[in-house]
Every structure is written in structure tokens, then in C-alpha cells.
């Protein structure tokens, strides 16, 4: 099955509230949402949430929702056509600069500058082109870090579509093992991996965590980067501790403004110091060290 449109209409006040509350109660599961105006005058909006696959369990859980904040709202289907719309969407994408780095795809090669450490990101399955602001946020914070510490081995935990990893190889010209739990999104990182010329130094690997032998051989790490979650990235302070080498920093993102300092206590209770916080976009890209 394909993917599935679950779609109400509200006011604009309760559409926000539903739009808060289903952020919340799917941002594990990382399912879009959207919000459109349909009639100003009429004070009439959509929210919109995607899923692919059994859809069932999903509007299930959205109706729970709408029942917790008191709003009968009838919700509607749409089974949407079978098009490869990350290729189709990242046709149109502008290349995106984050301090020296300049994230492209083919049709914007001659868009790259002298100076620029130009990283080619092609239409695949993995999450991360540079757009999201959690990754052009990591990109300008590994930049600031890389070049003041110099690391000289690197974890990309999470890595996607390993445009981070491939940053550091670029940049620090240091080996860095990227790592993800999806194995399509590690044959993506692999292929960018080659397109960007540093297949040598990028090792990627399948591992859920830090569930994983290549762990143990590859640490201590001086800088691991995660672009995830914030409740992944808290369950795994501990070991996040354990695999940085002493003086090590960590940079992580994928963390809304609001849940910053969760974060950040979870980590300051695993012997971290908080060194910088940047926001971008409603999200935070934060830098620790151990």
C-alpha cells in the first residue's frame, strides 16, 4: 500500500492545537504534518498528516487525539499517487550554504564556488539534504568545532543520507564511521559516500544504536555528530559517554527549541559541559563536551 493523506478541516486556533498535539503524539514515528489555509474570511484550515502503509492504527491514534482535546472532527482519506516525491521535490531545491559548505544536487553543480567544500546530495531514500534545518544546522556547528578541535575520529550516529559524515571527511580529512538503522538509508550514505570522493575515509555500517562490534573496534571517538531525535538522543547519554574519548565533543540535533534542555540535563548528568546551543528554524543544534 501507498502513501495515505488523513486530513480534517478547523478554525485556525484549533488547527494549531491539533497540529501541536499530533506533532507530539507521532514525533517518534516522524510522519508529516502540514497545515493550510483554505478560507481566510471563513477562518477554515486543513491539517494534513502522511503515512504510508496500514494506515489504520494511525487514524486510530489521531481520532484518540482529537477526542483528548475535546474536538469532533470528521476525518477524511486520500490515497495519494505512487510518485517518487523526494526525487520530484529535490529537482526543484536550492543549494544550500551552511558556513563553507555548499549542499547541491547535479543541476546546481555550476553553482559551486572557489573556497566552497561543495557536497553533492542526490534524490534517495535517507532523510538529511541539507534543507532541514537540523542538518544545515549540524553542518555550521561541525564547521566551528572541527576546525578548533581538529578530530581525528568521528561517529555520525543516524547518518542518513551521510551528508554530515561526508562534511567531516571533507573538511578534518579524518575517517569517520557512519552509522544508521535502516539499511536502504546506509546504501544511500554509501553511494554519496562514492559521488563525493571519500569512500576511503567514510565507512558505513547497519546498526541499531550502539548495538554493534564495529563500535568497540572503532572507539574512542573525539566528535560524534547525531541528527536523530530528542528522546533517542537521551536514552542514549550513557553510551554516548562511554564511546567518546575524554575531552571529546558531541554535537546533536534533531531537537525541537522546546526540548533543549531536557536534553541538555541528560547529558550534564552524564559528566557533559554545554558549550553552545544554535537555533534554526524552530530546531536546536547543540555542542557538548565530555
Known sequence: MGQTRLYLTAS???ADRIFAALEMAFEEDGLPLAVLELDEERD???VSLYADGDIGPVEAQLKAELATLGLARSVEREVLPDVDWVARSLEGLKPVRAG?????????????????????????????????GTTAGCLAMLERVAIREKPRNALDLGTGSAVLAIALARLAH????ATDIDPVAVDVAAANARLNHVAGLVETVTAPGFHHPVFGSRAPFD??????????LMKLA???AKYLAPGGSIVLSG????????????YVGQQFRHVRTTHREGWVTIHMKR
Open 44 to 46: 477554515l484550515h486543513e
Open 255 to 266: 531537537i525541537l527549541d522546546r526540548q533543549r534542555d531536557a536534553v541538555v540535563a541528560a
Open 174 to 177: 579524518i575517517p569517520v564511521l
Open 238 to 240: 550513557p553510551e554516548m
Open 100 to 132: 563553507r559548505f555548499l549542499v547541491h544536487g547535479a543541476h546546481d553543480r555550476q553553482k559551486r564556488h572557489a573556497g566552497d567544500i561543495a557536497i553533492e546530495i542526490e534524490a534517495g531514500l535517507a532523510f538529511g539534504t541539507g534543507h532541514h
Open 223 to 232: 566528535l560524534i555528530v547525531a541528527n536523530i531525535l530528542a528522546k533517542p
Open 12 to 14: 485556525k486556533a484549533e
